[in-house]
């Protein structure tokens, strides 16, 4: 009973203090604590039935007792469950009672808790606000705020820092006057040497600092050695001044004094060369070894002498990069003739940087960034360098085989040279870049300012050259008027030819610009012997000869007189046009990448535009023109033959040319212009001024067309006969021969005019043509119809050759203004059809609106009345009447 619970011991003490009659009232009932509840394993059915066990097994005894002498079966007797179930209720009621008790007991003891806890928190606060308190005051304090405790402290700690200091130099002052009695007394440097050797690097470094104070002393105390001395040393740093005011105490005995034959000055000179060179060596040794540290120490040491030059020029020099580069130099390229060819071709795409130019600059940049990596950590000073390692990489490297590239590509053509150009400063600005981004010294970071503008200059000292003055552009200008004069030669000798033949048969030449036939003839004369004679590459005679569509045994001045050249030749060739524009524009764009858009950009826009305009617009396409205007007045003035209209078909050509010319003009060199308003409108104004004498050069020649077609058609209706409109009585009509002949020649000739002019023309200048020459014709047809006497069948051949003509109108879409014209030719066609009753009431509403004719004088239509082969008749006199 010691181990009983005991939230369960007042339970069981009230539990056995209860009545004894209530005990006895369920001798059998089960007793429970509060252990039979909070067991995992509790079930409430088996509690139930555990209450209820006691009394059924009771039941069953006595039924069993009460079998043998009362046979009939009891009634159920549901008491003593119901007793029991009561009893176990007021069980269950009492421990209920003493959970909540206890539970209302626990939750005043967390109350308690907590707010204890919250003291203790409250508490805890402000100790630690006290604290953070103190500390800030602490703080301030030591910062002199408020207090001295602070300043005292500094001020006691840059004092000690300034004893150490003078203490330093009163040591180094010492030992340089040990030094110096050794140097000047004994005439050597034992003591300052045995610093050297057992110093190591720092050793070193104050030897250096020592022996240039000692070289001081000497000047000072022998100002005249200076001139004496072979190899003065005059750029050293300063070490200390007290050390050279010590040294004036010195007796005066010591100065000038030799030893051994040798001023002090020489000793002391030599010790500084043997240490710089014994510096330069383990600087060496160190970098074979890769011993950074070492390499930094020497290179701090060598600093003073010539400002680290001899240093820097030793690891510069003894890289192996520039040593393996410099058996290499002399070396041709490796580049196969196919590949200079490709380049040289300007209908072929550039095959880019050379090979060997490339695997060099490839090399440089995998070079100069491991390089980076060992100068940024042996060096100090890593920028100057680094800008004597890039300075030497491209003025020595890069320059020499870029060079070599470009003189090789010089020797194929100027086209070879400029595309060479491109590509190289393309890739070498390409990797101007990459190091930029790189970061060297500063990697992963990018280049400091001082690096970016050193890899900036070398990149323009490499090209300066090829860009001094206008020399860029006047190498664009000549290859591209040796690539248009070498396409368009035989386009040159044929028009030409053409116009000798015109100097013997006419005095036509008179009216053509001296300037055009100046270098018609010059091109056509002088082309062959001028490239032989000329200082160009053979490679490039060869290619402008096969652009010219010469063979190679025509390479001699009397070559391109026999070239054979044709009629196409002589015509406008879009392809051609294409080809020219493809070199202008890669020559714009080559230019704009190799000069980077700067201020002469203007003026080389108008230099090409200037050529362009020279040789595609005159050269080219207003030669095209004049040609076209020549045959067009041959066939407005020979009229005894019909006239050849073949020269239409060119002027489509001539205005697709015109049109890829402007657009090329403001599209591609106007914008580019921009930047300077005075050449830009310079330039738009010779654009407008070139177009307008192109357009007025089509013009003349369509009108020209128009009047030779006009005066053939006038020439082909004179020819009609007069019986062709007064058949005889008995002719014997079919339907297809009611056209006259001259109506069929004439529908042919015109529909060939127009089906010319429909491809070449197009829009509102084709609608323009088709509508002057429907005027014309109509002005033919009204005049010629009034001059023939038209019998009653004659009628039908009227009507049906009027129908003729106004289907070729209609064919040609004339703009819907024209339709009143085409209703003129039908109602004169009626005059002839119809009767005289039908006559006069048509012409009894010519120009009322009321079914016949507007703006059509009734005068107008007499001579056509009068026409009829039955004008003398009543009835038509009584309609003329009505006139």
Sequence with gaps: MANRNPETASLHSHMSSRPPTLQSARPHAPAFTLDTFSNKDFIVKDFIESLSESTTNARRSAQQNNASAQPNTQAFDPRPLIRTFELALKDLKILSEDLESKENELHGNVRRAEQQHNTNIKSREKELQRTTDSFHKLERTLDGDGDVGGNAAMRIGERLEELDRQRQRAQDAKFILQCWLEVSERGDLSTLDDVRRTGGGEGKVRCANIARQLLKISQRLDPGSENRSPNPQNNGVHFDDGANGDSDSMSSSTRGKKIGGQQPREIIEKFLEMLEKDLLRSFDEFYRRQNFNGMRECAVALRDFSDGSSVISLFVNQHQFFIDRAQLVTEDLATDNDTWDRLADPDTEPPGVEPSLQSLIDEVKVVVQEESFIIKRAFPYHEEVLARFLQRVFQQSIQQRLEMVLNKADSISSLAFLRSLQASKSYISSLVEDLKSHGLTEHPEPVSSTTAAVLDQQLDELFVPYFTGSSYIEREKRNLSELFEGLLFKFITYHAR?????????????????????????????YSKRLDNADLPASQKAMLFRLAGLQDKEHSPTGPKDADVTDEDGQLSLPYTKRMLKWLAEGVGRGLELASGGNETPKEIRELLNLLLANMGEIYLETALDAANDSATNAESNNKVEPDLNYIADLRSGISVLHLIVTTIQMLLLPLSSSNVTIRRGLEKQMNQFVERMEGKIDNILQKTIDASLIWTGRLIANQRKTDFRPRDDANLQLDQLQTSTCQQIFTF?????????????????????????????????????????????????????????????????????????????????????????????????????????GVEKADLRPYVLRREDSGSVGVQAALNAL
Excluded: C, M
């Design 498 to 526: 053409r116009r000798k033949v015109q100097v013997q048969t006419s005095s036509y030449l008179s009216s053509l610009s001296s300037k055009g036939s100046e270098f018609l003839n010059s091109a056509r004369d002088t």
């Design 750 to 854: 015109l529909s060939r005019v127009h089906s010319r002019a429909a491809l070449a023309l197009s829009g509102r200048v084709l609608e323009s043509f088709n509508t002057e020459l429907a005027v014309g014709l109509r002005s033919i047809l009204l005049v010629h119809f009034r001059s023939y006497q038209v019998s009653l069948t004659g009628a039908l051949v009227v009507s049906k050759d009027i129908t003729k003509y106004i289907e070729l109108l209609r064919s040609w879409e004339l703009p819907s203004s024209f339709d009143p014209s085409l209703e003129v030719l039908t109602e004169i066609a009626n005059i002839f059809v119809i009767g005289p009753e039908a006559l006069r009431d048509r012409l009894r509403n010519v120009g009322t609106g009321a079914g016949g004719l507007q």
